[in-house]
């Protein structure tokens, strides 16, 4: 009895940080609709900040002022960070914001990588509660339980303000009905800058709480994100009592996992929120959104045609300019250029659903990373050759987008995308852990092309073929009538639904369209290096493919290639400079603001404007 | 006249609010009848019903003798309702001839077709239809781009686009200049006559439903209160009444409210 309750007090403690920076990412999202992905740089931030404020304030008291102080200044920042990236985009799809916040994560690591250094910084000690108290035998840090014993008072605050106060009414008005804060003649902007401060002030403190059990890394913001989604979607986004539920069930739930079945706690996670999702769409304790849609930015999108026979020209010779590299570059250049086009097909893929199905997928690396594994597996335990592997990776990666799309397509809006972000999740935590099969975090290796196709300069031609092929076949598809059912799937559903089209299957089919060509690219990436680690399942390759969608444009059909390629070559230069996050997260900042439109979107609209190309001719 | 849909004590109701309530009536074969009534009068939620898009709590709704309630609205499409939306819905991102070739292409079930070019399918045939409503010189321009009555009259071309056998038509000419609405209506009533389309529709303005509804039904507070000829409900005591009296009020220009 005593090691059990002893574990289950520890997965209380560690629910307080949990639950007070998923408490304020939920309050952001239910006010201002926005998924704020850079939340867990805020709670890094109050990680670092309070270890700095706690060198100078000394004893009991500067311990816990330093933490108060980090919150404060955490809520500073998110106020600086929200007037000045979110709020020219508060009408934007979820897209944009998502884009946006992922640019603030890549500025906030460096400037926290300038100003602490590179260094994991273990977090002091809490003056009076250092040592551990025994109940029934067991030990319990004496802080743990100082954490169990805030955590009512924080739920306390935090009810009260949202019931009793002013802003608590707003806050409400807002997450139940959009249209009655305008009503209200309520400052939207006011309202929103203050649950910013508030929400980012949530994470700062829970930073900062966390340090004497956890300190403070640079990898932090990453590793508590997956979670305190996970616990926001579980509890229902927006809902403070949902957030707090799913945190002590998530944290409880890791507590027991790590001691009874370590090799599946991540796997556990992701399972609880998958089958909550399933029972229940909108979380514990979430309302179905109804409104939810997001409108067009911009000019609505033109109507497009396949190439004219200039158009096919120009192609053809970019394509046999290309072709001449093995001529004339050096191998490193051809080993750059099959990356660029593995990336282009993977991100075709996604702005296939993105764009033309307006199915927005925070998930389509476990499309490219499942097609990966896929072939490695067959290869490695089947002894398959690289030319069956290509025909059946794809395929499986086709069975596995339906069973996710079975699950996923019901949903819309930010509820898909967070489906979808759980899912992917779900196969990467499958893949780390089940290291019999997969490997684990040590991946697969050997897994090379052919002994014909082994060279790289035969690679190159044969990543060209199938490469090409995939992104053409896509392009086809967009023309096709079923890339029409699509689009107009997208344009209306009323419209849709009321001329016997059955959007949900048409979507349905899509998405496994994707996901087979999303595997597909996964098979030539494996090939390509002859290994794969669970890298390519993270939640940071779904955001790279939707980052190259967003930087080319999303309502052309060629942004995902110029979006693709222009951010391989960015990478590729940027990372030879130390602080190239910020470099990369500022452009990215200032593409969502200044250019909506894209890389090709709106280089296209200036030759459209100046007269190189027709109107009619934009693609 | 036998009639094409029978519709039998269909309700609705929003929590306490009863949006439609036990409305009975029938449209018959090549009639063209207006459903008119004041604003909230649950004229539109009638259409929702009719379509699928609104699952009643009661009633039957009859095609030709078969029960479409429950059914989806593509399942009621495809047995030959057609529908134009009193807010116009069309594709704004396809271009005007594409958005009747949609159309087409799903009557044809070609949907899940993936070879060949949509743009090359059914083109001549969309140009008909948009000749059929004065719109085939704008084929190639985007749907996103159009005026207003334009977008109403390429409803009517995409709702023409399966040779439906019943037309449902909510507000058809609101949002158009008076002189258009006439216009608009006699070339409806022209279309539907030539191809025997059966057609309910709606209209705030009473000098389109005069001049060319064969019959008029009022409904007020989900209620049908009178149905008859149009002089017959011209006339009606009970009519006058819940239009505040009065011939020339009847010309109400009220169009804020939504679908
Ligand atoms: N989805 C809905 N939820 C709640 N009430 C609704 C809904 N749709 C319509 N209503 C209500 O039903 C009544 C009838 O509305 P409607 O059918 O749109 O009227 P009309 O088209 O005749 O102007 C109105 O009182 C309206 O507020
Ligand atoms: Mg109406």
Known sequence: ?619 | MTSVLEVKELSKSFGGNHAVNNVSFAVGAGELLALIGPNGAGKTTCFNMLMGQLAPDAGEVLLDGENLVGLPPRAIWRKGVGRTFQITATYPSMTVVENVQMAIMSDKKRLFSFLPYARNLYREEAVTLLDLVGMAEQADRAAAILAYGDLKRLELAIALAHKPRLLLMDEPTAGMAPSERIKLMQLTADIVADKGISVLFTEHDMDVVFAHAHRVMVLNRGEIIANGSVDEVRDDPLVREVYLGGGTVFADKEESENA
């Not at chain 1, 955490?74 to 600086?80: R, W």
């Not at chain 1, 805030?150 to 935090?158: E, G, H, S, V, Y």
């Not at chain 1, 996670?269 to 309302?287: D, F, Q, S």
């Not at chain 1, 979507?507 to 494996?526: E, H, S, Y």
Request: with cysteine; hydrophobic share 55%; net charge neutral.
């Open chain 1, 1 to 619: 009895m005593g090691p059990f309750i002893a574990q289950f007090l520890t997965g209380l403690a560690n629910a307080a940080a949990l639950f007070l920076v998923a408490s304020g990412l939920s309050l952001i999202f239910g006010v201002t609709r926005i998924v704020n992905f850079a939340h867990g740089s805020f709670y890094m931030l109050g990680a670092f900040i309070g270890y700095t404020v706690m060198q100078l304030l000394p004893g009991a008291f500067g311990f816990w002022s330093s933490i108060l102080v980090a919150g404060l200044a955490v809520g500073l920042i998110g106020v600086i960070v929200e007037m000045l990236v979110l709020r020219p985009i508060y009408r934007a799809p979820e897209l944009f914001q998502l884009v946006a916040t992922f640019g603030v994560i890549l500025v906030i690591q460096d400037l926290a990588l300038i100003t602490w250094g590179a260094e994991d910084l273990l977090g002091p000690r809490a003056p009076g509660l250092k040592g551990v108290i025994r109940i029934l035998g067991e030990p319990v840090p004496k802080y743990d339980l100082a954490l169990i014993a805030i955590t009512p008072f924080i739920l306390f605050a935090l009810w009260y303000l949202i019931t009793k106060t002013r802003l608590g009414v707003l806050v409400r008005a807002a997450t139940q009905d959009r249209e009655m804060v305008a009503a209200l003649g309520v400052n939207q902007s006011w309202l929103f800058t203050g649950v910013f401060f508030l929400g980012a002030m949530l994470a700062g403190l829970g930073g900062a709480l966390q340090l004497p059990k956890g300190g403070a890394d640079l990898l932090m913001d990453f590793n508590i994100l997956a979670s305190i989604f996970v616990v926001v979607v579980i509890g229902g986004m927006g809902s403070l009592p949902g957030a707090f539920i799913a945190a002590v069930l998530i944290s409880v739930l890791n507590v027991f996992g790590v001691r009874y079945m370590p090799q599946s706690t991540l796997v556990l996670m992701y399972v609880v929120m998958a089958v909550v999702l399933i029972i229940k769409p909108y979380g514990l304790m979430g309302r179905k959104e109804v409104a939810g849609e997001h409108g067009q930015v911009g000019e609505p999108e033109q109507p497009f045609s396949p190439f004219g026979r200039r158009g096919r020209l120009i192609v053809a010779v970019l394509l046999i300019a290309l072709a001449t590299l093995p001529f004339l570059g050096s191998k490193f250049a051809m080993i750059l250029a099959i990356d660029i086009i593995i990336v282009c097909l993977f991100a075709a893929s996604l702005h296939f659903i993105l764009s033309l199905g307006g199915l927005v997928s925070f998930g389509h690396a476990a499309f490219f990373g499942g097609g990966a594994y896929a072939a490695a597996l067959m290869v490695h335990y089947a002894g398959s050759p690289m030319e069956l592997a290509f025909v059946l990776a794809p395929i499986i990666t086709g069975f596995l987008a339906i069973i996710i799309g079975w699950f996923c397509i019901r949903l819309t809006g930010v509820y898909f995308a967070m489906l979808t972000l759980a899912f992917s999740q779900l196969l990467w935590s499958l893949v780390f852990q089940w290291g019999e099969v997969t490997g684990g975090d040590d991946g697969m290796v050997s897994i090379w092309p052919s002994p014909w196709a082994s060279d790289t300069t035969v690679f190159f031609y044969l990543t060209m073929i199938i490469g090409f092929g995939g992104i053409l076949v896509l392009r086809h598809a967009a023309h096709s009538p079923f890339g029409y059912a699509l689009r107009a799937s997208r344009d209306s559903a009323g419209r849709a639904e009321a001329t016997g089209i059955n959007t949900k299957r048409v979507q349905f089919v899509a998405f496994t369209f994707a996901g087979a060509m999303a595997g597909l690219a996964g098979t030539l990436f494996v090939f390509s290096k002859g290994s794969i680690f669970p890298t390519e399942l993270e939640i940071g390759k779904s955001f790279d493919a939707l980052i190259m969608v967003f930087l080319g444009g999303v309502k052309t059909l060629a942004g995902p290639l110029v979006g693709a390629s222009a951010l391989s070559l960015m990478q590729d230069y940027l990372t030879r400079f130390e602080y190239w996050r910020l470099a990369l997260g500022l452009l990215i900042i200032a593409v969502v603001i200044i250019a909506p439109e894209g890389i090709a979107g709106t280089s296209q609209k200036l030759a459209a404007r100046w007269g190189i190309i027709r109107r009619d001719e934009v693609q």
